[in-house]
C-alpha cells in the first residue's frame, strides 16, 4: 500500500517578497495621492487609504512608519515622476524656442499633465506650514529643484540676448517670477475651471507678462535682485 506525503509549499523568494512589496507600496502612494489632492493632508486618514488601496493599515504603518512618513513619500514619488515627464516634454522642445514658450510648455504641464502633483503641493504647503518638520520640507526642496531646473533652461535660452552673468540674473528674476504665476494662476484655474478664463487665454497672459518682463530685465529695468 503506497503513502503520499503532502510537501509543504515552498516560502516564496527573497525576490519575489520585494516585487509583492513593491507593488503594495505603489498602490499605496497612488491612492493616497489621488486622495489628497482631493481632501487634503487633515482630510485623509489611513483609514481611508486603507479602504481605498485594499491594504490593511498595518501594512502602511509598516512600509511608511506613520502619516507623515507616508506623505514625504507621495511627495517625493510625484515629484520624481513629474520632474521625468517634464525632462521628456524639453527634450522635444525646439532648440530656439523662446523664453515665453519654454514657459508655455511648462504651463501647460502643470495645468494639464500633472494637477494633482501640483494641487497636493499647494495643499501641504497651506495646511502644514505651521507644522514644519520634515513634509515641509520636502515641499520646499521640490519647489527649490523646479526653480533650478527653469533656471538653467532659461538662460540656454537667453544666451544670445546678453552676457552670461547678467542672464543669469535674468533667468532667476523670471524663475521667480513664474513660480508666481504658475501659483496665482493654477488656484484661479481650480476655482473656476476654465469658466471666466480658458486655459489657453490663461497661458497666453503668463507668457504676455513673462515676455514684458524679461524685455524689462535684459534692459536692466527690473529692479534689484
Same mark, same amino acid.
Given at each position: 500500500m503506497s503513502s503520499s506525503t503532502t510537501q509543504p509549499n515552498p516560502k516564496p523568494s527573497s525576490g519575489a517578497r520585494r516585487e509583492r512589496g513593491a507593488k503594495v507600496r505603489e498602490r499605496v502612494l497612488k491612492v493616497a495621492t489621488d486622495l489628497m489632492a482631493r481632501r487634503g493632508? /487633515? &482630510?485623509t486618514t489611513i483609514s481611508a487609504i486603507s479602504k481605498a488601496s485594499g491594504v490593511l493599515p498595518a501594512s502602511i504603518y509598516w512600509h511608511f512608519e506613520n502619516k507623515e512618513g507616508l506623505l514625504g513619500a507621495v511627495i517625493d514619488r510625484a515629484a520624481? /515622476?513629474?520632474?521625468e515627464a517634464a525632462a521628456r516634454a524639453a527634450d522635444q522642445e525646439e532648440t530656439d524656442s523662446?523664453? %515665453?514658450q519654454l514657459n508655455h510648455a511648462g504651463f501647460r504641464y502643470v495645468f494639464e499633465e500633472a494637477p494633482e502633483f501640483f494641487r497636493v503641493l499647494l495643499l501641504i504647503s497651506l495646511e502644514r506650514r505651521d507644522a514644519g518638520g520634515s513634509t515641509l520640507e520636502s515641499v520646499k526642496r521640490v519647489r527649490a529643484r523646479f526653480r533650478e531646473r527653469l533656471v538653467d533652461r532659461l538662460e540656454q535660452r537667453l544666451a544670445g540676448s546678453c552676457d552670461p552673468e547678467h542672464g543669469h540674473h535674468v533667468a532667476e528674476r523670471l524663475a521667480s517670477l513664474a513660480l508666481v504665476l504658475v501659483d496665482g494662476s493654477f488656484v484661479g484655474h481650480q476655482i473656476d475651471a476654465g469658466e471666466t478664463m480658458p486655459v489657453e487665454e490663461r497661458y497666453a497672459q503668463m507668457s504676455w507678462i513673462m515676455g514684458l518682463a524679461r524685455a524689462a530685465l535684459? /534692459? &536692466? %529695468?527690473g529692479g534689484a535682485a
Open positions: 493632508y /487633515a &482630510g520624481d /515622476a513629474w520632474f523662446t523664453p %515665453e535684459i /534692459a &536692466g %529695468e
